[in-house]
């Protein structure tokens, strides 16, 4: 069976989206990337519904098996994780109304996967999704990269044809770093 993740690299400029499909061979294939983007004059209402919009579109189009969303640990300018966070929570809403599992993965999980080093800068991701994919030209920008590298690293933990959600109950082969995730999660709602 063939794995289709649907890849979103968050955000209220540039919100990068890519689809692969992954073979159980871990062969991954390219289907479609883009971004979407919304102006900082715009309204945030606005802006919400222009990734709203966008993400329903792609994912009626696409009919991804699950959808992998980059999560932010910790950023030290709030506006811009305040941003992040609002455009994944409706990139996470419309896969719900679905029924889409979703998958979360910090940057460093995405870097370590594609690359082999957590802490590769954004030239060294986008040249190893270009060779992964065999494409002939590296996909621009470099959300629409971090988005393939989202849905190629999501195929590859889930393993072969598994189409899982990495965080929530019944979750399967968490990392270290999403047990501690969930695990600070977990506490925080004890701690309400």
């Given at each position: 069976?063939?794995?289709?993740?649907?890849?979103?690299?968050?955000?209220?400029?540039?919100?990068?989206?890519?689809?692969?499909?992954?073979?159980?061979?871990?062969?991954?294939?390219?289907?479609?990337?883009?971004?979407?983007?919304?102006?900082?004059?715009?309204?945030?209402?606005?802006?919400?519904?222009?990734?709203?919009?966008?993400?329903?579109?792609?994912?009626?189009?696409?009919?991804?098996?699950?959808?992998?969303?980059?999560?932010?640990?910790?950023?030290?300018?709030?506006?811009?994780?305040?941003?992040?966070?609002?455009?994944?929570?409706?990139?996470?809403?419309?896969?719900?109304?679905?029924?889409?599992?979703?998958?979360?993965?910090?940057?460093?999980?995405?870097?370590?996967?594609?690359?082999?080093?957590?802490?590769?800068?954004?030239?060294?991701?986008?040249?190893?999704?270009?060779?992964?994919?065999?494409?002939?030209?590296?996909?621009?920008?470099?959300?629409?990269?971090?988005?393939?590298?989202?849905?190629?690293?999501?195929?590859?933990?889930?393993?072969?044809?598994?189409?899982?959600?990495?965080?929530?109950p019944g979750s399967q082969s968490l990392t270290p770093?999403?047990?501690?995730?969930?695990?600070?999660?977990?506490?925080?709602?004890?701690?309400?």
């Amino acid at each position: 069976m063939t794995l289709r993740v649907l890849g979103v690299d968050p955000g209220l400029t540039r919100c990068g989206i890519g689809v692969v499909d992954v073979e159980k061979n871990r062969r991954a294939t390219m289907v479609a990337y883009g971004v979407v983007g919304t102006s900082p004059e715009e309204s945030l209402d606005q802006r919400l519904l222009v990734i709203a919009t966008s993400i329903d579109d792609w994912l009626d189009r696409y009919e991804p098996h699950v959808l992998a969303v980059e999560r932010v640990f910790s950023q030290l300018n709030v506006s811009t994780v305040m941003g992040v966070a609002q455009a994944s929570g409706v990139v996470i809403a419309a896969a719900a109304r679905r029924g889409i599992p979703v998958a979360l993965h910090t940057p460093s999980e995405v870097k370590a996967a594609v690359t082999g080093s957590g802490t590769s800068n954004k030239d060294a991701v986008t040249k190893l999704v270009t060779k992964i994919l065999r494409l002939d030209t590296p996909p621009r920008p470099a959300d629409a990269a971090d988005a393939l590298a989202l849905a190629i690293t999501h195929a590859w933990r889930a393993g072969s044809g598994a189409a899982v959600a990495t965080t929530g109950p019944g979750s399967q082969s968490l990392t270290p770093a999403q047990r501690a995730w969930a695990d600070a999660e977990a506490k925080a709602r004890r701690a309400r």
